[in-house]
């Protein structure tokens, strides 16, 4: 019922700054949060963010607060992760998942996953 699709991943040096975009398949986009959340090899899955289904509602998680943003468009089926001030331990490969309603930091509570996209920080 629904896809997700990451892009905007890359290789940027420490101290920069990438975009990433989750494009959101599904004829009810409004009814579903939508959540960023990032794996390194051998490691738990760590929620990044997420905003509510109708945007009034926005989480950021400890580990990124301050350097992380989030924003969601409606219109296009879209939520962007703004990463700033990037460094080596922000390399991981990055996946936004959707969940029906309010949004849960916890990654067995999202229902959809993309594939993720890669993001590799420089030192």
Do not use: H
Not at 65 to 75: C, I, L, P, V, W
Request: with cysteine; net charge positive.
């Amino acid at each position: 019922q629904v896809q997700l699709a990451e892009s905007g991943g890359g290789l940027v040096q420490a101290g920069g700054s990438l975009r990433l975009s989750c494009l959101v398949s599904t004829s009810t986009f409004n009814s579903y949060s939508v959540g960023w959340f990032r794996q390194a090899p051998g490691a738990e899955r760590q929620f990044v963010g997420a905003v509510s289904e109708d945007g009034g509602r926005i989480l950021i998680g400890d580990s990124v607060k301050g350097r992380f943003t989030m924003s969601r468009d409606n219109a296009k089926n879209t939520v962007y992760l703004q990463m700033n001030s990037l460094n080596s331990k922000d390399t991981a490969v990055y996946y936004c998942g959707a969940m029906a309603g309010n949004y849960s930091p916890y990654y067995g509570a999202w229902n959809y996953w993309g594939q993720g996209t890669q993001v590799t920080v420089s030192s």
